[in-house]
């Protein structure tokens, strides 16, 4: 499975960015990590299609939306109220196994990563 990721780009604090990802294959979760330089890569976000359980790091709960289409080929990372500390590489990622809740947030739940596409936040 090869993954697409695009939408990145240059924002300003407080505006929102949608990012998308798009698979060669139908899959089965789909998920949202980032790294900055210097730091470790961390869990955005997770969505499972068999259930449609979603998952979020703490940090971007309640700004940050994820959703996919129904060719289970796509999804979409909608981020509002930009922060400065979300500046960094988006990576899509995707396994062909239904997720569960103790590994949606573990990188090594999946299968599939993307090339990465980039957001930085100026404040």
């Known amino acids: 499975v090869q993954l697409q990721a695009s939408g990145g780009g240059l924002v300003q604090a407080g505006g929102s960015l949608r990012l998308s990802c798009a698979a060669s294959?139908?899959?089965?979760?789909m998920a949202w990590f980032r790294r900055t330089p210097g730091k470790e890569r961390e869990f955005v976000a997770a969505?499972?299609?068999?259930?449609?359980?979603?998952y979020y790091a703490d940090s971007v709960k309640g700004r940050f939306t994820i959703s996919r289409d129904n060719t289970r080929k796509a999804m979409y990372l909608q981020m509002n109220s930009l922060k400065s500390e979300d500046t960094a590489v988006y990576y899509c990622?995707?396994?062909?196994?239904?997720?569960?809740?103790?590994?949606?947030?573990?990188?090594?739940?999946?299968?599939?990563w993307g090339q990465g596409t980039l957001v930085t936040v100026s404040s």
């Open positions: 969505f499972r299609w068999g259930n449609g359980d979603t």
């Open positions: 990622a995707a396994s062909l196994r239904g997720i569960i809740t103790s590994q949606a947030r573990r990188g090594d739940s999946y299968d599939y």
């Open positions: 294959a139908r899959t089965s979760s």
